[in-house]
Structures are given as C-alpha cells and as structure tokens.
C-alpha cells in the first residue's frame, strides 16, 4: 500500500503477509475484497461507530443512530440484490444487529461499564511508527479508557461470530495489541488492552421451550447472548520480539508488493495457507480452490476493489461517530 513512495502497514496487512504470499497479494497490494465477506465488516465498522459514541455520551439511542446511518443502508442494498446468504444473514441482518447491540448497551449501560473514557473525544485515535526506508507502521485504538478501579488502559472493541474459549486465547496472543502497545509511546504508560467482544450470533426464533428460563427460545434468546470484556497484558519481550518479527514480515511484504502488480502476477506466488491452516478462514479460499483464475468474468464476480488505509479508516471512523475534526 503506497502513500506518497512509502509503504504503509498495520497488523492486518502484516498477518496477511505472514500467513500467505496469495492472501497478501490479493487483498493488500490488489485492494481486492471478498464481496461475500464484506457484510461482516460492515456491520464490525457500524458498531465501532456506535460504541465510540456510546462511551462519549452514554446515550443508547444516539449510538444507536451511528449504526443505523452507516450500516442499514448496506444491509437494505446487500439483502435487496441477494448476495446475502441465509445463514449470513441470520446473524448480520441490520435489525439483528441492531437488537443486539442495544441489548449490551442498555445491560452494560456507560455507568456501569468497568471502564470509562479519559476524556471526552480519546477515542478513534491512530498511532504511527517509523520503521526507516519509507515504511511506517500503523495502529488504530479504539479509546483510551481508565478503569473504574484504577489504571490506564486502551479499548478495543470486537465483534465476532463466536465467542468461544479459544477467543480469550486468540486475543491474548495477538500481534495487533502488541503493535498497539509498541506504536503507541505518544499516547503514554497503559496497563495494557481490555477488549470488550460482542458476539453477533444469531437470536434463535425457535417455539421450543427452553429449559432454562422456562419460555419459548424466541422471547429468551437475547439472554443467550455473549459478550465478553478480557484484559491483555504484554511483556516487554513480547514487544521487542514483536519489532523484530514485523521487521522480517515487512521484508517479505516489499517482495510481493515488488512482484504483483496486476491479478496477472498471481499465480506466480506462493500459498502458504496450504501449509499453515490459514485457508480455512481465508476469503480467497473458493478463489484458490479453483486454481487461482485471473479472467476478469470470474475475478470481478467474486470481488471488488476495496483498499484497506488504516489512517484513512481512522478519520472516517471519527466521522461516523460524529466526531470529524474537519
Ligand atoms: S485460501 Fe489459502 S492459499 Fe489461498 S490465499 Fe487463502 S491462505 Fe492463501
Ligand atoms: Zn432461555
């Protein structure tokens, strides 16, 4: 991703990288995205809005509106086309989302959140770290918050499909909170990152009882739902090897970007996800599976341009909040 010569990377891009010369080269050098994944992102990028202002003012309904303003209108588009798949769109219709979301706010509510803004307007804030050569490393928090029993910490909220054991794991051992951390000496000493992840599932509509709460599923299904508030801590040798595993991806990044400029260029890289069990959450896995076409009727059917600037994200996520500096 170039800015003005440079090159501009963030946790995603380097995952990608690491994971898979393909993945990287499709969705980092190519811009190209999944349209069938797209949903997921969207209604992610509609919450963020709505818990930003959320942890601002505490109103529901006004962080509600955030979401609504962003994220309705894909949904109407997306499911009025049928590009939704059933299963998708059990999760991710907007009134589900919606439901649920407003379900966390109001039990959580912003009094009795554990943690609470620094002050006013320290959220959606992007952090940056010069890596030499032209590269500069890029983290995007969500807020900085202070707990209610003390502490400094960073927010980062997440939703996700599951909220299974592994995902207090997962967050535990990701690069992207320790690249926080790392890019982050400007914004001063933390505790580390509590990240609150929403799970966005399905609420079951189903007639059966339940044997818990006694009442069909259908009017208990929003107790059902999870939510989860982990903290993460970081070692300052996570951190350092966490530097020097980022100068070494980056090195691999400069390869592909070198390599690929067109969907022509390819084939020609490696598939490392074939190695180390990335395929099976990769979005390009159907693409993959049919050899890697590059006949524009197939590719164009399958994605579309999308680049991923995470500086860029970070001032349109201040916009859709409310809270543009221009
Ligand atoms: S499906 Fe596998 S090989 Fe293909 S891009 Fe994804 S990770 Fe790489
Ligand atoms: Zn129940």
Known sequence: M???????????????????????????????????????????IGCHAALAQWLETGDVDEALQCLRDYYQPIWARASANGAVDERLAERLAYPVVEKVLRHWLTTWTRDGFPYTLEVPGMTEIAVTRDLGDGVTYVALIDAVVRSKVGGRWFLDWKTTGSLGPWWDQKQEDSGQFTGQRWAADSLGEVEGVVVGGIGLTRLNSS????????????????????????????????IRAYAETVTHVVKKYRRIVRQV??????????MEGRLNGACGFCDYRGWCRMGRPTAARIVDKAFEARRWDPLAEAQARRVRSGKADA
């Not at 003005?4 to 995952?15: A, F, H, I, K, S």
């Not at 299904?221 to 993460?232: C, F, G, N």
């Not at 400029?261 to 490696?270: K, L, M, T």
Request: glycine content about 8%.
């Open 207 to 238: 007639h059966a009882k339940c044997r818990d709460h006694g009442v069909p599923y259908k009017e208990c299904a929003l107790q059902h739902l999870s939510a989860r508030v982990k903290t993460v801590t970081t070692t300052d040798a996570e």
């Open 2 to 44: 170039g800015r003005e010569g440079g090159l501009v990377v963030d946790y995603t891009t380097l995952r990608a990288v690491a994971e898979c010369s393909t993945k990287a080269a499709m969705g980092s050098v190519l811009a190209l995205q999944s349209r069938a994944e797209r949903l997921p992102l969207d209604a992610g």
């Open 261 to 270: 400029q067109s969907i022509d260029d390819v084939p020609a890289q490696p």
